[in-house]
C-alpha cells in the first residue's frame, strides 16, 4: 500500500498495513533534520508560514519516512503588504507580526498592534480587506502539486483560506475579542461573517486551481481550548462562534468535493476541546488534530471509545514533554500508547501534537518514525 492509499485508508476508517504518520517542522528543527539525515545539500531556508513552519522538501519526506506532503499557505508571510528589515512584517489583514528572539537563538513571530482594537461595525465597512481572488495566493501552486501528484505517492494536506473565530481575535486583540463575543455581540457577529465571507471565496478561488490534488484540506487554526478547559462555554460556542465557522467548514467541504469528492477535511484546534467534538462532527469536519494528550479529557482512550467511529484523529504524540524532554523510551512509549489507543479500525493519523519546535532534536523525531513503522503494522498487536 503506498502512502496516499495508506493515509486515506485510514481517513476512511477503515484499516490500512501501517499507521500513517506525518509531522510539520518549524525552521530550527528543519536544520536540525538535514544535519541527522545527511542532507546539508537542501535549501537553508525553505518557505515558511506565520509560524516559523516550513514547506519540507520532498525528499526529505521520503527519507524521513512519512506518508503525507503539507503544502503552506501561499498567504500571511507571503503576501504580507509590509515587511521590515528585522524579519517582523504585516500581513494581508492589517496584523503586525514582531519577530521576537527566544531562548537558543531561536525566533518566533509575535502578534502586536490589533488594527481593530478600536473599530466599530461602520468601521468595518471601510477597513481595507484582503482580495480573495489575488493571483499571488495560487501562483505557481498548481504546478507545485501537479508535481507531487505525478512523481510521488504521498498523500496532499493542504491549508490555503485561514481562521475566523482566531483570527478575529488577530484583528481585535485578545482581551477585546473576549469581551466582544460576550458584552458586544453585535460586532463579533459583523466581524465573523465579514471574515467568513473573504475565507469562503478564497477556497472557491483556490479549488478551482488545485481542489483536484488535495487529498485532505486543513482548515486554519481555531485554537478552542486551554491547557485545563476550553477558551469560552459551550453555550457560547454554540450561539456566537460556531454558526459562521459551520458555514466556512460546510461551504469549503462542498467546495472540495466538486473538485475531489473522497478528500476530506481536517480541523485544527488545540487544547481541552472535548466539549466541541459534537459540534465539529456535526458541522462537517472529517478529521481533529492535533489531539493534544496532555490537555484535560482528551485521554486518548476515551476520545476513540467515545468518537472513533464518527472522526479521525490527527496528531496526539505529547510535544509538551515527551518529545522536547523525553529519553527514546519514553518517545517508544508514548508512540505505542498512542497506536493502542487509537489506531485500531483505522481512524488514525499519527503525528506530533502540533508544529515541532526547537526544543525538539530532529534524532528524537527520527525515532519517533522508526517506532511507528516498527509498532504500527495492522493488525494491531501491542499489549
Given at each position: 500500500?503506498?502512502?496516499?492509499e495508506r ?5 476512511n ?15 530550527d528543527v528543519y ?7 545527511n ?7 525553505p518557505?515558511m508560514g ?13 527519507k ?8 503552506s499557505?501561499r ?18 489583514w492589517?496584523?503586525y ?9 531561536h525566533?518566533?513571530?509575535e ?8 473599530a466599530?461595525?461602520a ?16 501562483a ?7 508535481e507531487?501528484?505525478?512523481t510521488?505517492?504521498l ?9 475566523v473565530f ?14 466582544d ?8 457577529h ?8 473573504i475565507q ?36 457560547t ?8 465557522l ?6 469549503a ?25 459534537p ?30 467511529d464518527?472522526?479521525?484523529?490527527h496528531?496526539n ?8 524532554f523525553?529519553?527514546k ?15 485500531p479500525g ?13 526544543d525538539?532534536?530532529?534524532e ?10 516498527e509498532?504500527?503494522n ?6
Amino acid at each position: 500500500m503506498n502512502s496516499r492509499e495508506r493515509v486515506m485508508t485510514a481517513a476512511n476508517h477503515r484499516e490500512p498495513d501501517r499507521v500513517p504518520v506525518d509531522m510539520v517542522l518549524t525552521i530550527d528543527v528543519y536544520r536540525d533534520m538535514k544535519k541527522v539525515l545527511n542532507m546539508e545539500h537542501l535549501p537553508e531556508t525553505p518557505r515558511m508560514g506565520r509560524w516559523t513552519e516550513v514547506q519540507m522538501p520532498i525528499e526529505m519526506i521520503k527519507k524521513l519516512g512519512i506518508d503525507m506532503y503539507y503544502i503552506s499557505p501561499r498567504s500571511g508571510v507571503s503576501i504580507h503588504s509590509k515587511s521590515f528589515d528585522d524579519g517582523s512584517f504585516i500581513d494581508e489583514w492589517g496584523c503586525y507580526w514582531k519577530k521576537t528572539a527566544i531562548d537558543g537563538g531561536h525566533f518566533y513571530f509575535e502578534l502586536v498592534n490589533p488594527p481593530l482594537a478600536n473599530a466599530t461595525i461602520a468601521d468595518l465597512e471601510t477597513y481595507d480587506w484582503p482580495d480573495p481572488e489575488d493571483p499571488k495566493r495560487y501562483a505557481g501552486l498548481q504546478e507545485e502539486m501537479k508535481e507531487v501528484r505525478e512523481t510521488t505517492d504521498l498523500a496532499i494536506l493542504a491549508k490555503f483560506a485561514g481562521a475566523v473565530f482566531e483570527l478575529a481575535t488577530y484583528m481585535r486583540g485578545h482581551e477585546r475579542w473576549y469581551r466582544d463575543i460576550i458584552n458586544n455581540q453585535e460586532f463579533a457577529h459583523a466581524l465573523m461573517d465579514k471574515i467568513c465571507q473573504i475565507q469562503k471565496r478564497t477556497n472557491e478561488v483556490i479549488m478551482a486551481e488545485v481542489g483536484e490534488y488535495v487529498d485532505i484540506l486543513r482548515l486554519s487554526g481555531e485554537d478552542l481550548g486551554m491547557q485545563d478547559r476550553p477558551l469560552v462555554s459551550p453555550k457560547t460556542f454554540r450561539k456566537v462562534i460556531k454558526p459562521h465557522l459551520q458555514e466556512l467548514w460546510e461551504h469549503a467541504k462542498k467546495t472540495l468535493h466538486q473538485y475531489h469528492p473522497e478528500a476530506k477535511i481536517m480541523l485544527h484546534t488545540c487544547g481541552s476541546v472535548r466539549p466541541f467534538i459534537p459540534d465539529l462532527i456535526e458541522s462537517g469536519v472529517d478529521i481533529l488534530d492535533p489531539v493534544q494528550p496532555g490537555a484535560k479529557d482528551m485521554n486518548r482512550f476515551e476520545l476513540k471509545e467515545a468518537f472513533g467511529d464518527k472522526i479521525v484523529f490527527h496528531g496526539n504524540i505529547d510535544i509538551q514533554k515527551i518529545l522536547p524532554f523525553g529519553t527514546k523510551e519514553d518517545i517508544t512509549n508514548e508512540v505505542r500508547e498512542a497506536i493502542k489507543a487509537l489506531a485500531p479500525g483505522g481512524g488514525f493519523l499519527l503525528a506530533p501534537a502540533h508544529n515541532v519546535q526547537g526544543d525538539v532534536s530532529a534524532e528524537k523525531l527520527v525515532h519517533m518514525v522508526n517506532c511507528v513503522h516498527e509498532f504500527g503494522n495492522y493488525p494491531i498487536q501491542l499489549d
